[in-house]
């Protein structure tokens, strides 16, 4: 889609004027620069984040950035490993702190491919973006700063959005023409403030919050490891950073104080001297102290992220809440990836405008989640430390599956399962719309959302190894397709030798002029290199074949119907065994819940959430289906009229 | 050891002088620069290896690499990685190839990290290497070249060589005097041939082989495994390689041959046209001939790696074979990391300079191994094509492990599995010697090799997940220590139960001032940062201690004696689950064969191979071998003085 960034009338029209390069902003800037799209992006500050602030990076935000490519720059930084959160309380006599119990982060009923939360300072975090964007040919302009902007549809269809840039210092302007502008400004976001966008508090008790960054020489055992600590001198929370660094919150101040001030303020020296308080009988001393920030912080919402569908709003600049789950990086990925795939499915020409509407609630539902996560999981820590047995059970429950819960399972067990799942990110899903689909969906066939699926449209894809045909590589079957752009179909061809008429079928209706796929066919299909992995045919999908087979069993010019084998790096064997279905043949089909002789077509969404699943039948129910899917946001009018030739 | 690169009388003179910088020179130069030596280092070539040249790295080099910190680098640049070798052959009736079979390159009962070969161009990984050295302030003196040496230890004892060098265009000219010289020019060493080292042909027959990197468009299906495709008209070998591209090597001439010429050479259209031949029915033609070239190459191996251990020969200096089992790099890393660590052994003072005495004899072992395998190899691949199902008779036979083997294996099984375990690299072993234990090593003790130890002294330690104590991290425990010159002491510590007074009388005897381990304490002991990690007390040890219990119920305060609680970075739980001992309880005690309850200890050398085994018993016994293991070849008498005391 490189072509993109050339067709722009003037010097000073761009596609997108984003605000602010934080982890919102440098995540969409960074994937629109990668599909080719012309960028302003701009920041008030003269460098990035030089100390502090967000450093948690979830499993499921490690995947999508490993999907990017981003995850090795990152991990080259040795950032430190969370695996385990370690409970600290008062003992039952006597004075001082005990470790009452530890779990884990993500325990192994979730089936994470990094169980565990990556831990680096966000600044370097920032740079591996912007790395990537000057590779794109994208510059953060600093420091300027937005001083106005207009956006007016009617007036001008295409660039309707005016901005007003500013240098910090006034010493220089810009006025820009675009398409979109996107606030990614922090809490206090001028764009929200002049769309008189309000932010309503879920929660209405605020916080004061002290955090320190340091160096520390300590006897306390659990320094490298996550710790909620309670003791009669006051909480904490302490969290292992990069370069023998820890991180230290404490709660200065709550609403719920009797003489609860918001601008109460405490010293670093303060702070050190309450943390040995605390820590007692262990002793800590600071080597270093690489920074340290009080601040106040509510629960907060944004009523809106969008009033026209041009301006829009993502990242803190929406949502408020404790820094305590580590979870305001991992969500501003995710706002921006949403949005990020949603603009280059409308401006190249596949998806009709109001997919862009889609945008706010799939988000704010996370966001309102999150909120409401927050506060379950700031009681879970506050109340009563979980005992280690009820720990395991819950552990071992929650790794049971389904049957266990039509069993029935207490507060503390659901509440713990569930945080796991959300804490990770694996958790995070989507609601019923056009895009994932349920019962409601226009998309109406038998051979939809066949029987024993576990897949849930709205959720992500499961995880699952394979072996790739052409070179026997044992992959990772979900990040096979990196994030291009692409809606990603995946063919579970089950047994070639049952499903063999069932796949040319689907390849044949998918060949046909006004299927989805050939709707939207690259102009230059015919002259693409055969080297082209991902996209040879259209731009708006990537194929992936998987068969019940072992992989020497699978010949590609046989059992491939030509349209699906042009993918022949996308063509896999799904015979590698899996902890997480012991006894399946075909694990990977196990996992989606598909059937292993006949298989199934999943529909995953560019972010790499699923679609719709559709069962893989002779005749064209299955491109029917696929069309009806589709059909019900993209731009043109698939399948029916030629279904009938 | 960074002190060391100052301690030299003059700017001329050097710790050692390296020639060449291939695998071999760069691997020693990256050792003995991050352990703190004076390095000069010259190349005849202006810069690294542009094109072609050695690519494969096998499975346990990618350890080693890994073990470096320099993985990462190298996997950065995407190179393909080999899984399984195919073979093609001439169909029973009709014309053209077929594919008669397929196997692991590195089967499962290989215990392997990466069980695949991972192909990139010599000059990225020379690059990876060059970086390095370069953080660690060596230069390679580029085009230089030798113009001869002496060495003569009685004359100056210190500093018994002296080098002269030369710029290629005679323009400059420096003598060097160093304590050591390195040859690892390739197979045409001038230092071979000045010290009138002479080679011997294991193998009478020679080749000329053609070889041609480039991107080529086909049908063939295999264009991206590694295959051995016989024809009616010849044979190839194809390999693939990072960037889409191919690599075949051909068979242009053998001495077998009737007219045959070692002077024979066939044009890069020539060998396109026959590799046009040979793949019929399939098509192949070429976008980009990225590099060809044609060399004679027959088997030889030097008589001799080093006249007076001062100066020493490696690499293609010494060895040279086909290359088609992908050994090349590989060896020649070997060498050099044998090499290394013993120098610096001597150099620092801890073991007695009979040690260098070990380089030849262990590094040429190797080397009549791999002729031998060389030939055994191309012999396997030559004849008859293994039928599927006898190499997947042999793969689930090898998987039984040392069973079956008693129960007698065919020819062909037995080759496979050696093979395997040969060009996966983990099958390289060192004979006995002072460092690699056997009945006949002057360490006798009722507590050294205890019953059922399934590790081999002079044989790598076993791979084995654990969980580090402090951080809850999932580690590789082989992994830990980075090569750091120091010898690895891995107390396998059972449970804590049974071993608490054996783990306390081991640390008391370790403390003792003429232990092993106080012997060579550093100077600066009680000035070292709480920080450090791998040598707080000693620059030739790094500790380990692994219980055989789950991470939580390990505590360090209360289970560890002080002397080894230091390196609580290094304390471990033995609680993972691994597939190759199923049943186990303490996977990692398992896989070494030592008792879950009572432990033992090992030691292995710098390099990764274990040295000795003893068991873990109360009272003076354990340290009393481990003295006399160290003792034998260390410069300080261990042990017996002080045990009385």
Partial sequence: MAAQADRHPSSSHYDIVIVGAGPVGLMLSTCLARWGYKIKHIDNRAEPTPTGRADGIQPRSLDLLRNMGLKSAIMAHKPARVY????????KTGNGIVRTGTWASCPSFIDARYPFTTLLHQGLIERVFIADLEENGVQIQRPWTIKGFTSNEKENPEYPVTVDLEHVDGTDKETIKAKYLFGGEGARSFIRDQLKIGIKHKDPIAYVWGVMDGVVETDFPDIKMKCTIHSEHGS???????????????????????DFNPRKTATAEEVQASAKRILQPYSIEWERLEWYSVYPIGQGISDKYT????????????????????????TAFLDALNL??????????????????????????????????DNKYAKLFSQRPPAANEVAAASAQAAGGQKKEEEGENQFISTFKESCEFTSGYGVFYKANALNWSPSHPAQSHVVHPKNTKLIPGRLLANADV???VDANVVHLEQEVPLNGSFRLFVFAGKPSVTAQALRDLAANMAKKNSFYMAYARADADRVSHHERHNPHSHFFTVCTVFAAARPDVEIARDVPALLARYRDHVYADDRWDRHVPDAKACAHAKMGLDEDKGGVVVVRPDGYVGIVVGLQEGSATADALNGYFGSFCTKKLGETQAQL
Avoid at 84 to 91: G, K, R
Avoid at 247 to 256: C, G, K, V
Avoid at 322 to 328: N, R
């Fill in 307 to 330: 009033l026209d569908h041009r301006v829009f709003l993502g990242g803190d600049a929406c949502h408020t809440h404790s820094p305590k789950a580590g979870q305001g990086m991992n």
């Fill in 84 to 91: 385990e959160v370690a409970f600290w309380d008062p003992p």
């Fill in 467 to 469: 072996t790739r045909v």
């Fill in 236 to 258: 904490i929370m302490v969290i292992p950073r990069e370069n023998n660094m820890v991180r230290l919150y404490i709660q200065i101040a709550s609403s719920t104080d009797p």
């Fill in 340 to 373: 990020a795939w949603k603009i280059h499915a409308v401006e190249a020409g596949f998806a009709n405008r109001k997919l862009l509407e889609t945008y706010e609630p799939e988000r704010k539902d996370v966001a309102e989640t999150l909120l409401s996560f």
